[in-house]
């Protein structure tokens, strides 16, 4: 009888059960020449591929071949090895019945020719999708459990992170690029990040150059800044991140969460008005405001010269403002530049207390041993897993809460570090910088800025309008 070997192994079933591809082969080898059988071709082996499906290169090959005839038999190992599916065994017995091929396993007793046989096969195959099910619901619980405990639930790291001792370690490489497409993000859009990182050789992770998709995969993922997510469908990956469906993690982070959720502020505003005019070259167009209406004030080119019109004008709404120069705007700005810093400082809290810093990081640090304990008493069987969970979501809740605290008063520091070099270089930074820079410069100093001139509304006369700074945050 002429024959046909197939061998399936998976990664972890080798580790497990020993079922590895030098074993398979030698045994049904053995088995064919015990049985006076002759091997046609070599063995198709699909090495690290699941018996979830029939989706496999070798293993269609091998049907290919079945299906042009001349094949008695069709050996295997065990059962399994073939499939795990009820519905796919009855496909595959379909097509060895229509080509007179029989199927045997060289560790079990099947006889496919009578319909005792196929009964027994049948249940079997079934016994094994069941245990392949079960085993399936059993992994996504311990992972669900993991990702509500704060730990890495598996898989591959994202970006920016590496696997140590199953946790979650920052890759300080990596981190670097992290944290600079979350800045560019504020600014650029996604290709464009995308194509300046390839530019520069920022690394990606397989090399190559780096795609829209990966660039925006970071910067919505919640993961820098601190949190894990489980969803029990996979297309939810892919979704913008909502608080509610987020558990704190207990890796370290790479983005603060009041930057991330800065962030998330403004790529939702792209999603809803288009995206141009959050990614505009145009310096104060998020942060300009109308002194007459309280609209918005949007650019535009007018003759090669980038401008500003009230939105509420445009809208139709009575407004008396008169189109602004952009470069008369910047002028006026740096004219005042001294009296407007010293404005806003005026209306800014002193600075961070270190005495609260230090006693919320040692309540932190209190929270943190009492989360160990109870994680020492789930560890020594103590408490079940669902005891575990209930008696750290408050503790969890806690922490949250003195977290968030905390990073808003170290981050008003790193800001007032940041803003006071920006203020005494201004001049010197605004010289060497493009326009997206120098629109990152006005957002990090200005969070809105209110403009009116001192003329009423006069039809143009081919002199800029002298501007005025009406209020300033």
Same mark, same amino acid.
Not at 214 to 222: K, W
Not at 250 to 275: N, P, V, Y
């Given at each position: 009888?002429?024959?046909?070997?197939?061998?399936?192994?998976?990664?972890?079933?080798?580790?497990?059960?020993?079922?590895?591809?030098?074993?398979?082969?030698?045994?049904?080898?053995?088995?064919?020449?015990?049985?006076?059988?002759?091997?046609?071709?070599?063995?198709?082996?699909?090495?690290?591929?699941?018996?979830?499906?029939?989706?496999?290169?070798?293993?269609?090959?091998?049907?290919?071949?079945?299906?042009?005839?001349?094949?008695?038999?069709?050996?295997?190992?065990?059962?399994?090895?073939?499939?795990?599916?009820?519905?796919?065994?009855?496909?595959?017995?379909?097509?060895?019945?229509?080509?007179?091929?029989?199927?045997?396993?060289?560790?079990?007793?099947?006889?496919?020719?009578?319909?005792?046989?196929?009964?027994?096969?049948?249940?079997?195959?079934?016994?094994?999708?069941?245990?392949?099910?079960?085993?399936?619901?059993?992994?996504?619980?311990?992972?669900?459990?993991?990702?509500?405990?704060?730990?890495?639930?598996?898989?591959?790291?994202?970006?920016?992170?590496?696997?140590?001792?199953?946790?979650?370690?920052?890759?300080?490489?990596?981190?670097?690029?992290?944290?600079?497409?979350?800045?560019?993000?504020?600014?650029?859009?996604?290709?464009?990040?995308?194509?300046?990182?390839?530019?520069?050789?920022?690394?990606?992770?397989?090399?190559?150059?780096?795609?829209?998709?990966?660039?925006?995969?970071?910067?919505?993922?919640?993961?820098?800044?601190?949190?894990?997510?489980?969803?029990?469908?996979? *297309?939810?990956? #892919? $979704?913008?991140?909502?608080?509610?469906? &987020?558990? @704190?993690?207990?890796?370290? %982070? !790479?983005?603060?969460?009041?930057?991330?959720?800065?962030?998330?502020?403004?790529?939702?505003?792209?999603?809803?008005?288009?995206?141009?005019?959050?990614?505009?070259?145009?310096?104060?167009?998020?942060?300009?405001?109308?002194?007459?209406?309280?609209?918005?004030?949007?650019?535009?080119?007018?003759?090669?010269?980038?401008?500003?019109?009230?939105?509420?004008? *445009?809208?139709? #709404? $009575?407004?008396?403002?008169?189109?602004? &120069?952009? @470069?008369?705007?910047?002028? %006026? !700005?740096?004219?005042?530049?001294?009296?407007?810093?010293?404005?806003?400082?005026?209306?800014?809290?002193?600075?961070?207390?270190?005495?609260?810093?230090?006693?919320?990081?040692?309540?932190?640090?209190?929270?943190?041993?009492?989360?160990?304990?109870?994680?020492?008493?789930?560890?020594?069987?103590?408490?079940?897993?669902?005891?575990?969970?209930?008696?750290?979501?408050?503790?969890?809740?806690?922490?949250?809460?003195?977290?968030?605290?905390?990073?808003?008063?170290?981050?008003?520091?790193?800001?007032?570090?940041?803003?006071?070099?920006?203020?005494?270089?201004?001049?010197?930074?605004?010289?060497?910088?493009?326009?997206?820079?120098?629109?990152?410069?006005?957002?990090?100093?200005?969070?809105?800025?209110?403009?009116?001139?001192?003329?009423?509304?006069?039809?143009?006369?081919?002199?800029?309008?002298?501007?005025?700074?009406?209020?300033?945050?």
């Amino acid at each position: 009888m002429k024959c046909v070997i197939y061998i399936r192994v998976s990664t972890d079933e080798q580790a497990k059960h020993g079922y590895s591809i030098a074993a398979q082969e030698e045994k049904l080898r053995a088995f064919c020449l015990s049985q006076g059988w002759e091997i046609v071709d070599e063995p198709f082996i699909d090495d690290g591929y699941s018996a979830k499906d029939l989706d496999r290169p070798k293993f269609q090959l091998m049907m290919e071949k079945i299906k042009k005839g001349g094949i008695d038999v069709l050996l295997v190992y065990r059962l399994d090895r073939l499939t795990r599916s009820v519905l796919d065994l009855y496909e595959v017995l379909k097509v060895l019945d229509e080509h007179e091929c029989k199927f045997k396993s060289a560790t079990e007793v099947y006889d496919t020719t009578n319909a005792m046989g196929r009964l027994f096969i049948t249940l079997v195959a079934a016994i094994a999708q069941w245990e392949r099910e079960n085993t399936a619901e059993r992994v996504r619980m311990g992972m669900e459990k993991k990702t509500k405990l704060g730990k890495w639930k598996g898989g591959m790291p994202p970006f920016g992170y590496q696997i140590i001792n199953e946790e979650l370690v920052i890759n300080k490489d990596e981190k670097k690029v992290v944290k600079k497409i979350f800045e560019l993000a504020k600014s650029l859009g996604f290709f464009t990040i995308a194509k300046q990182l390839t530019i520069n050789g920022f690394p990606t992770r397989k090399g190559g150059d780096w795609h829209v998709d990966t660039v925006r995969g970071i910067a919505n993922n919640p993961i820098y800044a601190g949190y894990l997510t489980f969803y029990d469908n996979p *297309k939810d990956y #892919k $979704k913008p991140p909502k608080p509610e469906d &987020l558990f @704190d993690g207990i890796h370290e %982070k !790479i983005i603060s969460r009041d930057a991330f959720w800065e962030l998330q502020d403004i790529l939702e505003k792209r999603r809803t008005f288009g995206g141009k005019r959050e990614v505009s070259n145009y310096y104060f167009s998020t942060i300009l405001r109308c002194g007459r209406c309280g609209s918005a004030m949007s650019g535009h080119k007018s003759s090669e010269k980038k401008t500003y019109r009230c939105s509420g004008k *445009k809208a139709g #709404k $009575k407004c008396t403002s008169h189109i602004i &120069l952009e @470069d008369s705007l910047v002028k %006026k !700005i740096f004219t005042d530049f001294d009296d407007l810093i010293d404005e806003i400082k005026g209306h800014t809290e002193s600075s961070t207390s270190d005495k609260k810093i230090k006693d919320l990081e040692t309540e932190l640090a209190h929270i943190e041993k009492m989360l160990e304990k109870e994680n020492n008493l789930y560890r020594f069987d103590r408490i079940s897993i669902d005891e575990l969970i209930k008696n750290t979501d408050e503790l969890r809740a806690k922490e949250k809460s003195i977290r968030a605290e905390l990073s808003a008063y170290k981050r008003g520091n790193e800001n007032t570090d940041e803003i006071t070099y920006l203020t005494e270089n201004i001049r010197s930074l605004w010289e060497l910088a493009n326009d997206n820079e120098r629109k990152q410069m006005m957002t990090t100093l200005f969070s809105q800025i209110v403009i009116d001139t001192k003329e009423e509304y006069k039809r143009g006369t081919g002199k800029p309008r002298e501007i005025v700074i009406v209020s300033i945050k």
